[in-house]
């Protein structure tokens, strides 16, 4: 029960209902449906009580997951899903005070301090006004940090030592999880040990449910790379320090032919497809036995389209080879044919009409968010149709630089709002 006006009675990760003003001027500025709403406290500072305030209803076009931390309403008993803004912290007065409404689990509490804790070190322009003291947790299973330059994913946590994945700096093509709009490429061959008692900083983190898909993309990653890498047609092979293209096989015998380096490269090979690779052959034509398999290093594996493709260029004439270099050379990038469902947030497209580039920062639907990556002042939305599209697929940007286009944008965003409201008031 608060009494005598003293709002530090309460505790932090008390859930209260409060007015979200103070005085009659700020009441006026709010709609009727929104004068009071729920807050989370996460400061206490002698007397002075400091909240952040919660919505069910987040900025759609802030696709950071940080700005927002969700509670699920089964864990509090509420109406929907609620979000707590982590952008703002809120000195409360006992007149705002209307009921505490719950408290913070404590792994929401704890997952709360490292959103905040994320926000403030980043460069982001809006970010709460909060000391680290206050935001004290334990790093665990689903974080990210920052170790000697890399950085690297938590999966598991030991006596002594943080079990660890590292992060790629460039995104692997057809490796990469798609989590909150942003992609995150795992390398999953090997688990990192690193000491509980370095110097690390924490830079991302993970809820269960995010956790469960990094989980189940790992299971589908080995799957793909078991796959790829089984001695069948289509396999790339090293034997006797040699590379080997599979385009044949009986109950004895695999049929192959040789592939040369880009160093060896002549004008009259033909460039065959392996995994989006190019690589170079005579179809100097070659039989191995089957019972020297284990003899056999099987480095990657075409697709069904790309053995059709390597197939029909067997049979080709040495200026048909040529025509279709000089072809590819025309179109150097495949990915240029994908579908717009490629079209998602972190990818670079180019306009066919002004060889510009642009990033796509959010999607609905088919309406995507595009800024042009040289002139952050060019920023609008497009309805994509799939056979009436001015936009190529390039490529994906690297995570950090996509968080710092995010930024800058809503910095501009916020620019052009006070931009209005002064004009409004004149």
């Known amino acids: 029960m608060?009494?005598?006006?003293?709002?530090?009675?309460?505790?932090?990760?008390?859930?209260?209902?409060?007015?979200?003003?103070?005085?009659?001027?700020?009441?006026?500025?709010?709609?009727?449906?929104?004068?009071?709403?729920?807050?989370?406290?996460?400061?206490?500072?002698?007397?002075?009580?400091?909240g952040l305030q919660c919505t069910s209803n987040p900025h759609q076009e802030i696709k950071?997951?940080?700005?927002?931390y969700p509670l699920n309403r089964i864990d509090y008993y509420i109406k929907k899903n609620t979000f707590v803004n982590c952008q703002k912290l809120y000195l409360l007065d006992y007149n705002q005070y209307?009921?505490?409404?719950?408290?913070?689990?404590?792994?929401?509490?704890?997952?709360?301090?490292?959103?905040?804790?994320?926000?403030?070190?980043?460069?982001?322009?809006?970010?709460?006004?909060?000391?680290?003291?206050?935001?004290?947790?334990?790093?665990?299973?689903?974080?990210?940090?920052?170790?000697?330059g890399n950085r690297y994913y938590i999966d598991e946590v030991n006596k002594n030592n943080y079990i660890?994945?590292?992060?790629?700096?460039?995104?692997?093509?057809?490796?990469?999880?798609?989590?909150?709009?942003?992609?995150?490429?795992?390398?999953?061959?090997?688990?990192e040990e690193i000491s509980r008692k370095e110097k690390i900083t924490l830079i991302d983190?993970?809820?269960?449910?995010?956790?469960?898909?990094?989980?189940?993309?790992?299971?589908?990653?080995?799957?793909?790379?078991?796959e790829a890498r089984k001695?069948?047609?289509?396999?790339?092979?090293?034997?006797?320090?040699?590379?080997?293209?599979?385009?044949?096989?009986?109950?004895?015998h695999y049929y192959v032919y040789h592939i040369f380096d880009s160093t060896n490269f002549q004008d009259d090979m033909a460039d065959i497809l392996i995994r989006n690779g190019i690589y170079h052959t005579y179809f100097?034509?070659?039989?191995?036995p089957k019972r020297n398999k284990s003899f056999y290093h099987v480095k990657r594996c075409a697709s069904e389209e790309e053995i059709i493709y390597n197939e029909t260029l067997l049979h080709t004439s040495k200026s048909e080879r040529i025509a279709k270099r000089k072809e590819r050379q025309l179109n150097k990038n495949l990915d240029k044919k994908r579908s717009i469902k490629d079209f998602l947030p972190m990818v670079i497209v180019k306009n066919r009409n002004n060889n510009q580039y642009y990033l796509i920062l959010s999607r609905n639907e088919n309406i995507i968010e595009l800024v042009n990556i040289n002139d952050m002042a060019d920023l609008f939305?497009?309805?994509?149709?799939?056979?009436?599209?001015?936009?190529?697929?390039?490529?994906?940007?690297?995570?950090?630089?996509?968080?710092?286009?995010?930024?800058?944008?809503?910095?501009?965003?916020?620019?052009?709002?006070?931009?209005?409201?002064?004009?409004?008031?004149?």
């Open 2 to 50: 608060i009494e005598n006006s003293d709002l530090s009675l309460l505790n932090i990760g008390d859930i209260i209902l409060a007015k979200r003003y103070k005085t009659t001027e700020e009441k006026e500025r709010i709609s009727k449906g929104h004068l009071s709403g729920p807050y989370v406290i996460i400061k206490k500072d002698g007397r002075n009580v400091y």
């Open 64 to 68: 950071w997951h940080i700005l927002y």
């Open 98 to 148: 209307i009921k505490k409404i719950g408290k913070l689990q404590e792994s929401d509490l704890e997952g709360l301090k490292k959103y905040l804790y994320i926000l403030k070190h980043s460069d982001f322009a809006l970010k709460p006004d909060i000391e680290d003291k206050y935001l004290n947790f334990k790093l665990g299973v689903g974080d990210v940090i920052s170790y000697l």
């Open 164 to 191: 660890t994945y590292r992060l790629r700096d460039k995104l692997k093509k057809d490796y990469n999880v798609l989590i909150n709009n942003t992609y995150y490429s795992f390398i999953f061959e090997e688990k």
């Open 205 to 226: 983190t993970f809820n269960t449910g995010e956790i469960n898909t990094i989980r189940q993309f790992r299971t589908i990653y080995f799957n793909r790379r078991k």
């Open 231 to 252: 001695l069948k047609i289509g396999a790339l092979i090293v034997y006797r320090a040699k590379m080997f293209y599979v385009y044949h096989e009986d109950n004895w």
């Open 284 to 288: 100097n034509k070659a039989v191995l």
């Open 381 to 426: 939305y497009f309805e994509l149709e799939e056979d009436n599209c001015p936009f190529l697929y390039y490529r994906i940007e690297a995570k950090e630089k996509y968080e710092y286009y995010l930024s800058k944008v809503d910095e501009a965003k916020q620019i052009v709002k006070m931009f209005q409201v002064n004009e409004a008031k004149e």
